[in-house]
């Protein structure tokens, strides 16, 4: 259904986490299986770029503790009849980090070799060495130009773990005048032990940008509301690059974007305050359009409370099909998603998005990381688009695994913080009029927009009007059943208003929305009767009944209560 582009630690022959491989023997010159003139940077990995899911020497490693001593030494993690110190150069166990070793790696411990040998038939199925490196055959047709966004050379990364920062950047005339396509993104990366995400977001005409947002890079975070939100260009330790499938490319240009914002995380394990980095991009446009312009799509929770030692907790963030429908373009009834990618931190040990059909009950697929990786995303382009309808909906569900967690882990941008978001390319862009469609706990982030204060001032007088605050009215069981329809005043918004409510300083305000809700559900048990009554008899209709008010009035009092409301 698709292929994999892997994102993570790249550019030319860079590794994952480059400081890894101080800490094997050899670790440097360890020779490429499918040509020994090379070597292998990612030697726990399945491409020599480092940073995609781990080979059999990559699995053990981690199983290990990634640390070098003889328990990993003496094993033969690729099944050829070598232990791992034997293909390293270290065959007695002797080496620690930090010595010399007089032998050289003869062999890689994590693919069997000779590859074609009987002995290794089924064994490297995830070898395929004519497809090492970035492949996009798009950029090499004579009409593609390139350009390049980073940093000034020299630029310091903090002295601290977690960092984002940006700057925005005015493109080239060479790209702004004219329409063009951007198909195509390599990352650069310069100093690999400290950078682990870049994004490329394209600007709004009307973005506030201001002379400072150009001239340096400044600390910020997931774009810094400035109007720079649209996703163009993406990277995570790993990839060597995101070639995009032939019907679509982003619009630069005339009726595109001329300006970006680039972002760049660092993660400083070793906190050290010499280290200096100007990573960035490499686009590559063309002025032949293609069939769609492109765009991203970001779905996910925003509110997360992950409890400490917990071997696989949960968490999921959707795009309803109320907020899908509220942010498609009146002119379409569907949109393709081209491909996605997820993302989760340190604690993240799968992700899962998919896209649910609510008619049928059915499931798809989008991205299925069974065995998420922090330090190697994937990015799957897919051989085949996915269409989405109007009334699906988008989840993505997280689990964390928090056993060597002492304390609760909450959302945030710390790289010890977490996160719960998937990525979706999707086409014609056009289609869509908001970039990010998620959660905050419970309650669709959307509603914030689509239940707005005349919203809730017309139904609100509605209310007041047709429902009494100490008896059921007939006038309010319409406007009630109304309301039960409406995600505005029900389900999880409604817990959440109230809540909410419960919090506020301003206690004639909290006494209006309680006041609110006690009028909408004067008329419960009523309204349960009337449902009941016909079809199981009064005895079993007042029970209903009984139950269904409990239910809703409880939500209220618990709020009323929390808020220490005076009665």
């Not at 930090?98 to 032998?103: D, E, F, H, L």
């Not at 929770?301 to 030692?309: G, K, S």
Request: a negative charge.
């Amino acid at each position: 259904m698709f292929t994999c582009l892997i994102v993570a630690y790249c550019a030319c022959a860079v590794s994952g986490y480059d400081y890894f491989r101080n800490d094997i023997p050899n670790g440097h010159t360890v020779p490429h299986p499918c040509n020994s003139a090379k070597t292998w940077d990612g030697v726990g990995h399945q491409t020599q770029e480092g940073g995609t899911a781990r080979n059999p020497f990559g699995l053990d490693w981690k199983d290990n503790g990634q640390v070098w001593n003889s328990s990993i030494c003496e094993k033969d993690s690729d099944g050829d009849g070598r232990t791992n110190g034997q293909e390293l150069g270290d065959p007695d166990c002797t080496w620690t980090i930090g010595t010399n070793i007089a032998a050289v790696a003869s062999s890689h411990p994590g693919i069997c070799e000779p590859i074609r040998s009987a002995m290794c038939a089924n064994k490297n199925s995830f070898l395929d060495c004519g497809k090492q490196g970035f492949q996009c055959d798009a950029i090499n047709q004579p009409d593609v130009f390139n350009i390049s966004i980073s940093f000034a050379p020299g630029t310091r990364v903090p002295r601290q773990e977690t960092t984002y920062m940006c700057q925005a950047f005015d493109l080239p005339e060479v790209a702004t005048s004219s329409t063009n396509h951007l198909i195509a993104a390599i990352p650069n990366i310069v100093n690999p032990t400290v950078a682990h995400h870049m994004i490329i977001r394209g600007c709004s005409s009307d973005a506030h940008i201001t002379d400072q947002h150009r001239a340096a890079p400044y600390m910020c975070f997931m774009g810094d509301q400035i109007g720079c939100d649209d996703i163009i260009a993406i990277w995570a330790v790993g990839s060597p690059g995101v070639c995009l499938p032939d019907e679509i490319g982003f619009a630069v240009g005339v009726g595109g974007y001329k300006q970006v914002l680039f972002e760049i995380h660092w993660d400083n394990q070793l906190l050290l305050d010499s280290y200096v980095d100007n990573s960035g991009f490499i686009l590559f446009l063309t002025p032949n359009k293609r069939a769609n312009d492109a765009g991203i799509l970001m779905i996910g929770q925003d509110q997360l409370r992950i409890p400490p030692l917990q071997p696989a907790f949960d968490v999921s963030g959707r795009c309803s099909g109320t907020c899908l429908d509220f942010i498609y373009d009146e002119n379409y009834e569907e949109f393709k998603i081209a491909g996605a990618f997820n993302h989760a931190h340190l604690t993240g040990s799968a992700v899962v998005t998919q896209v649910y059909d609510p008619a049928t009950g059915g499931l798809t697929d989008l991205a299925r990381d069974t065995t998420y990786d922090f330090n190697a995303p994937i990015f799957y382009i897919f051989d085949k688009a996915v269409s989405v309808r109007r009334g699906q909906e988008l989840n993505v569900t997280c689990t964390y695994n928090t056993m060597s967690r002492t304390q609760m882990t909450y959302y945030g941008e710390g790289t010890r913080d977490e996160m719960c978001f998937s990525f979706l390319l999707y086409y014609p862009k056009e289609s869509l009029t908001d970039h990010q469609c998620s959660q905050k706990g419970q309650t669709d982030k959307c509603l914030d927009v689509l239940c707005g204060p005349e919203q809730e001032l017309e139904f609100g007088a509605r209310v007041w009007t047709a429902c009494s605050l100490f008896e059921c009215l007939d006038t309010c069981k319409a406007v009630a059943m109304e309301a039960d329809k409406n995600p505005c005043f029900s389900g999880n918004r409604k817990r959440a208003v109230l809540e909410n409510a419960s919090t506020q300083d301003d206690v004639e305000r909290a006494a209006q929305v309680f006041e609110f809700f006690v009028r909408l559900d004067s008329c419960r048990t009523e309204m349960a009767m009337d449902q009941c009554r016909d079809d199981q008899g009064v005895n079993s209709g007042i029970n209903v009944a009984v139950s269904t008010y409990v239910t809703s009035i409880a939500v209220v009092l618990t709020a009323m209560v929390a808020h220490s409301f005076p009665h």
